[in-house]
């Protein structure tokens, strides 16, 4: 009975200790899937999870040109319209100018250019500040928008960054 036990406890401490060794896989909060617009072939996902006080953003694309295109936040969870223009303008919570992301004055849906290579495929994970899934700064119901050409961080309203080539409404998971 005492080898029983000892087993068992044995077994139960070491299943306990792996566990806590494993590091669990981050698993999104939300996504978007996204559909081509303004007579693109561009398709991907966007994920989205809140990861240190940060949104971690995850993405996997394919059908761009090579090189740089915008990529935004927009305000609107809506990507019905051939061009993506009922997605509206970027998500702006805190009512500042268009700029670079990394900078003080930035729209909260302002993140890095996407870059594609060769293939035209782009993956990209960032952890950007100032957003999150939900509440005034949340981007749930809101959509992910992928433009044509980079976004320059400074032409206003919205970088210069051309035609929506892409467009998916992010939703909880």
């Known amino acids: 009975m005492k080898k029983i036990r000892a087993g068992l406890v044995f077994s139960a401490l070491t299943t306990a200790l792996l566990g806590a060794c494993a590091t669990p896989a981050m698993d999104p909060m939300a996504s978007a899937d996204l559909q081509p617009r303004s007579g693109s072939a561009v398709s991907g996902k966007v994920t989205f999870a809140e990861s240190n006080g940060r949104l971690r953003v995850d993405a996997q694309v394919a059908g761009l040109t090579p090189g740089e295109h915008g990529f935004h936040i927009h305000e609107v969870g809506d ?22 992301h990394a900078g003080s004055e930035h729209h909260g849906g302002d ?17 950007i500040d100032g957003l ?42």
């Open 111 to 127: 993140m890095p250019n996407l870059v594609a290579n060769a293939a035209g495929e782009a993956h990209f994970s960032a952890e």
């Open 132 to 173: 999150s899934l939900s509440g005034m700064t949340g981007v749930i119901g809101r959509s992910v928008v992928i433009h044509a050409d980079p976004d320059d961080y400074k032409s206003q309203p919205a970088g210069n960054s051309g035609k929506r080539i892409a467009c998916g409404v992010i939703v909880a998971q």
């Open 79 to 100: 990507c019905s319209a051939t061009d993506a223009s009922s997605a509206k303008g970027h998500f702006n919570p805190t009512g500042k100018a268009h700029g670079h």
